[in-house]
């Protein structure tokens, strides 16, 4: 398989350890990106088995996919496909986990279902069950439930896709017409933002769809079910690629980083990839049409109360696509924010998709790690572009005791736009 | 007792090694409990994680120790000294003489996790710190305060503290600001009974005769260091960083030779050869000149008026010298790229071929351009690709001789090519090695660059402070020097 040939470049030299956030935390060799390629490159000389050693998966598994090590590696080894070449196969012989068949394939897979969960989560929190769980009493023997209810934002609306209609135009003639992409987080923790962020792009003359779409795919492609991803992307696909549109959006990086990689989920040799290759171009960061194709006129926002914002970036939007001033650009336009920078900004989150449900120990470190960081920069606002960051940062921020607000910054923008306005 | 694989690169590191277990189920328990089960690890696949360095070497130990604290780390050093267990210390495990790996089973003692900065004087101008700290995470504190710890191996992103003692590293910066012992003032040391001791200024009675030299470039083999007491330097005020490209390596070499008789004392100067500059150029995508046969990075710290003199000076020496170009850094970002590029080069050999043999000779500064010469040479007549790049101020050679692990053929040209370059660096008057450590890639060596007296005081040395010959055992010394296990002497 051609993702194996990166192992032949890796000569060891350890360079990973400086970014890769488990080995930040963990300082153990099997939580490198030099390790875990150890270990596929010994499975795939056929010395060990997994069969016999499934060990090895379970140690592929703890790989976030985050590509720090990726771009930091002197000989470019990309780890993050060999890990996924390594779940595929492993996949192919063991079969979805439970754990994996409920979560990706019973849920992220149907819209419906995860729409009738939240239904349950709103239910849950407004009850106040929520406090007897943060009792005193039960505190100690609930950790575990502690560490997932704290994923659960105080307040949570009901799923966006109910909120919004499917086509949404402008007063004016259009400037163009955009494909919003509504994402399964987006769509169940994120109504909030994608409700402003929808507002702001109509008023600033963008037609914008919603059609139905599946879940894009990408957390299947993290546990190497090929299968799955391909059905979602070839459902997707003749949704989002229409001729009449310019451009296609969403709040989340990852799937923005999903659908501009289409041509590889549908299948990297099949006539599919080659029609849809030349529309992936389309598809683009919100931050960034909003900096490029819109333009921030700074000179028509209203002023907002001085803060102190700070911004993590994902990695699918840095690594993946590149964004990287965008996000910050608009911060700095708004006038009353200020941009301080953490430490560390471009290190992953460890929410990493499901990582936070199937990995609660590592991925709660290395969130509380970057909690550290974000109080240390002085900022009182966070801003974080993909509402799985969010959701993340927000549970590690509740569980340092820390009342942040976490908003997009296309949603600072929007705070700061004449209301109604119109270009 | 158990003898490792011989030194290949491939291949599983347990199978087919089933010698008789040095260690009994107490040892293993006992140590479970003082370090907590998740840093005992003894799994097979968690051996196999600790059985290689950034070296060839590849040997399994047969448990692996990652103390959380010094105390924990005396406990374990303690324990070990019960059971006669052999400890192969390890930091980051970037080693490239094959320092950090097991070459006789028993333990590996990582220090990885002790790695916390302990405390910053900026009166006296001292860090103490634990020695797992990483040199780069070192240099981030310290930056904040105008200072820094000049020493830089390539390898500063991952390499310890520790690991920077033990192979007494220099780095790009040692032409200037000298090599990690300049800078340690004193060392904590678990010896290897599992006594602590103190040494230079962090000795209560300071009067003492100061040990703290001896454990530099020791390879773990005499002591291990908890501790270390960090002199640190002011960031210079101001610098310039400039390229120079050439048509011959020859060139390259001749302008560092004139650089330094002209007594210009720079901050780094660094050679790349053609294929290094290539490799680099794919990674970072910095507008290399792709057709140059050398290219060499000069930087030169200090102030003002006295700063611009010496770099006319450097331009002119290496215009003089027959330079094709010569440019300055125009501003901080490109310094940082240019240095970004030179600290990868050893990673990006695997963009040439998966493997790599890294050697660390030193030669007399005139003889530099020669001995470049001479490596080509080498290469050439054993049809092995030897990339050529050296901390060339203080005639340090790194060349990287690249080969395909699944070819032994070609493993054994480059084997016999390296002996060559080993050869004739002696003759030139100079040294195995200047940071990378003897560790096994360069034992049957030692008998060459050494007299008979000078190893025996070295033996002698080993047999004090480590008479069973537990601690990186197999290391350095050869056999006929060396007590313990893979040694022939009985203390
Ligand atoms: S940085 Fe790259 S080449 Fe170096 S050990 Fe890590 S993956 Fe391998
Ligand atoms: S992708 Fe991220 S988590 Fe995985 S090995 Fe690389 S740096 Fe580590």
């Not at chain 1, 070839?234 to 923005?256: E, G, V």
């Not at chain 2, 011989?6 to 277990?21: F, R």
């Not at chain 2, 900065?117 to 103490?128: G, N, P, Y």
């Not at chain 2, 901080?332 to 990673?347: M, T, V, Y």
Request: proline share 6%.
């Amino acid at each position: 398989m051609s993702d194996y040939r990166e192992i032949q470049r890796c000569n060891r030299c350890g360079f990973c350890q400086s970014v890769c956030p488990t080995y930040g935390q963990s300082r153990m060799e099997a939580q490198s990106a030099r390790g875990r390629i150890r270990l596929v490159r010994l499975l795939n000389d056929g010395q060990y088995d997994w069969r016999r050693d499934p060990g090895i998966a379970e140690k592929v598994d703890d790989c976030l996919l985050c590509r720090a090590c990726v771009v930091n590696c002197p000989a470019s080894v990309a780890t993050d496909r060999i890990m996924l070449a390594a779940r595929r196969d492993f996949l192919e012989i063991k079969g979805l986990s439970l754990f994996q068949r409920l979560v990706y394939r019973g849920a992220l897979s149907h819209r419906e279902r995860l729409e009738r969960a939240s239904t349950l989560m709103r239910l849950y929190e407004k009850s106040g069950a929520r406090n007897i769980l943060y009792s005193r009493v039960l505190r100690r023997t609930l950790d575990r439930l502690i560490y997932f209810d704290s994923f659960l934002p105080a307040g949570l609306e009901a799923p966006a896709r109910g909120q919004l209609p499917e086509i949404v135009r402008p007063r004016g003639p259009a400037r163009f017409k955009a494909v919003f992409f509504l994402g399964c987080a987006s769509n169940v923790f994120g109504a909030r933002t994608v409700r402003s962020l929808v507002n702001y792009l109509v008023s600033r003359g963008v037609e914008l769809h919603l059609p139905k779409v599946a879940c894009c795919g990408e957390p299947h492609r993290t546990t190497g079910d090929e299968r799955e991803v391909r059905r979602l992307a070839a459902k997707n696909i003749p949704l989002i690629f229409k001729d009449n549109f310019d451009f296609i959006i969403t709040d989340c990086s990852t799937c923005a980083h999903a659908l501009a990689h289409y041509d590889q989920f549908i299948g990297e040799e099949t006539p599919e990839a080659e029609k849809v290759r030349p529309l992936l171009a389309r598809v683009k960061d919100v931050n960034t049409l909003v900096v490029e194709e819109l333009g921030l006129e700074p000179d028509r926002l209203r002023p907002l109360p001085a803060t102190k914002v700070t911004y993590h970036d994902s990695c699918h939007a840095l690594r993946g696509l590149g964004v990287k001033s965008a996000p910050r650009e608009i911060i700095k336009a708004v006038p009353g924010l200020t941009l301080v920078e953490m430490k560390a900004a471009d290190s992953c989150c460890g929410g990493a998709g499901s990582y936070g449900f199937s990995h609660p120990e590592m991925s709660g470190r290395i969130a509380a790690a970057k909690v550290r960081n974000i109080q240390d920069s002085g900022a009182d606002t966070l801003a974080v572009s993909c509402p799985a960051c969010t959701l993340q940062l927000g549970a590690g921020l509740r569980r340092a005791g820390l009342e942040l607000p976490v908003l997009h910054p296309v949603e600072l923008l929007a705070a700061a736009a004449p209301t109604g306005a119109q270009t | 007792m158990k003898t490792g694989p011989a030194p290949v690169y491939g291949g599983s590191a347990v199978s087919g090694n089933q010698g008789e277990s040095m260690l009994n189920r107490d040892f293993i328990k006992e140590a479970g409990q003082i370090v907590g089960r998740d840093h005992c690890l003894g799994g097979i696949l968690d051996i196999e994680l600790y059985s290689y360095d950034s070296s060839p070497f590849i040997h399994p130990p047969e448990l692996v120790i990652l103390p959380g604290t010094v105390e924990e780390l005396r406990q374990i050093v303690r324990l070990a000294a019960r059971h006669q267990a052999p400890l192969t210390p390890r930091g980051a495990g970037t080693s490239l003489s094959g320092g950090a790996v097991a070459r006789h089973g028993g333990v590996v003692l990582a220090v990885t996790r002790l790695n916390r900065v302990l405390e910053l004087d900026l009166l006296a101008e001292t860090v103490l710190v634990e020695s797992g700290l990483v040199n780069l995470d070192l240099q981030n504190y310290l930056e904040p305060y105008g200072y820094m710890f000049p020493p830089d191996p390539a390898s500063q992103k991952a390499a310890t503290l520790a690991g920077n003692i033990a192979e007494n590293a220099g780095g790009i910066k040692g032409v200037k600001y000298g090599i990690t012992k300049h800078h340690v003032l004193g060392l904590e040391l678990v010896l290897a009974d599992g006594a602590l001791v103190r040494t230079g200024a962090l000795a209560e009675r300071a009067a003492a005769p100061d040990s703290t030299g001896l454990f530099m470039a020791s390879e773990g083999a005499l002591a291990l260091v908890s501790k270390a007491l960090l002199k640190i330097t002011p960031l210079p005020r101001d610098y310039r960083t400039i390229s120079a490209v050439f048509d011959d390596l020859g060139k390259s070499g001749r302008a560092v030779s004139e650089i330094i008789s002209a007594g210009i004392l720079p901050t780094a100067l660094e050679i790349m050869d053609h294929q290094l500059i290539v490799a680099l150029e794919d990674y970072l995508h910095l507008g290399f000149p792709l057709d140059a046969e050398a290219m060499l990075l000069i930087e030169i710290d200090g102030l003002g008026p006295e700063l611009d003199r010496q770099m006319k000076a450097v331009f002119e020496i290496c215009e003089k010298v027959g330079a094709a170009g010569v440019s300055l850094a125009r501003d901080l970002a490109e310094r940082d790229q240019l240095w970004l590029a030179r600290r990868s080069g050893n990673g990006a050999m695997g963009r040439i071929k998966p493997a790599t043999i890294v050697q660390d000779v030193t030669v007399p500064i005139d003889q530099l351009p020669a001995m470049l010469s001479r490596v080509q040479e080498i290469s050439r007549r054993h049809e092995v690709t030897i990339v050529q790049m050296a901390h060339a101020g203080d005639g340090n050679l790194h060349p990287h001789l690249l080969y395909d692990p699944y070819d032994q053929a070609e493993y054994q040209r480059c084997l016999e090519a390296g002996h060559e370059i080993f050869d004739d660096a002696l003759k030139a008057g100079g040294a195995l090695t200047g940071e990378h450590g003897i560790g096994l890639e360069k034992i049957e060596f030692m008998d060459k660059q050494f007299s008979r007296e000078e190893l025996e005081f070295m033996s002698e040395i080993k047999k004090i402070l480590d008479p069973e010959g537990r601690l990186n055992p197999g290391k350095v010394l050869p056999a006929h020097y060396l007590p313990g296990p893979g040694g022939e002497v009985s203390a």
